[in-house]
């Protein structure tokens, strides 16, 4: 049977962003929110995985391997318009546009340990955001894109952080025994970001144990100013 994982929703909610190995190797498809209409828009010789629709609906990011890494492409809605964005043998994932389209959020170990970094739509200015004394990872822009969230080990375990949107001041949003990452921000339907992080979780759910070792991973929620922490998954 084949897997299907990594799914996104198109921003009107009409359309949902998945991969798939139906075809013998993984690559990106489309299909309507209620399952039908399947359609693969990626044709990659080694693979296309974990893609990000523009907040307009009209372009996605995703990753291609190719040069022998993962590397970061874009592309139209409907597949055409590819365009290579990053390049070289490092390792490069989890794009998230900019809510006006115009930048590429991602990780990358292009300068040997994983890093988050900005660029241009078009791949062009390529910038380090975070240090290199930690592994920081996983970003995904705010809704009115002046905050990026992210994952980071910069004080021991895995934890969720949120900084500006240049690099600057970033701040730790949880706090758990174990690990959290995997931070998106809740979606809104104005520009105005509602600072609503959920992220994956490996950590105490109030008096009850959740841990790797128990082979679950509840998700939980928080505010983007620390507060309102809950699980939604147990």
Not at 7 to 34: C, H
Not at 153 to 160: A, F, K, L, T
Request: charged share 15%; proline share 5%.
């Amino acid at each position: 049977a084949a897997v299907d994982y990594l799914p996104t929703w198109s921003g009107d909610g009409q359309k949902i962003l998945f991969s798939s190995d139906r075809a013998g190797i993984y690559e990106l498809y489309v299909m309507n929110a209620d399952g039908t209409n399947p359609t693969r828009l990626t044709f990659s010789p080694a693979g296309a995985i974990g893609g990000d629709w523009s907040a307009d609906g009209q372009k996605i990011v995703f990753m291609n391997f190719r040069d022998g890494a993962w590397n970061i492409d874009s592309m139209n809605a409907d597949g055409t318009g590819k365009i290579g964005l990053t390049s070289g043998n490092a390792f490069k994932a989890h794009p998230s546009w900019s809510p006006d389209r115009s930048r590429i959020v991602y990780e990358s170990l292009q300068d040997g340990l994983l890093q988050i970094y900005v660029m241009n739509a078009d791949g062009t200015n390529q910038t380090r955001l975070t240090d290199l004394t930690s592994l920081n990872q996983h970003p995904d822009w705010s809704g009115d894109g002046q905050k990026i969230a992210f994952a980071s080990d910069r004080n021991g375990p895995i934890e969720v952080y949120v900084m500006s949107a240049d690099g600057s001041n970033p701040t730790r949003l949880t706090h758990n025994q174990n690990f959290s990452w995997e931070p998106a921000f809740q979606s809104s339907p104005t520009t105005q970001a509602r600072l609503n992080v959920a992220l994956v979780t490996n950590g105490g759910v109030a008096t009850a144990s959740s841990t790797l070792d128990a082979g679950r991973t509840p998700l939980g929620a928080i505010n983007g100013d620390r507060t309102g922490r809950h699980w939604c998954t147990a």
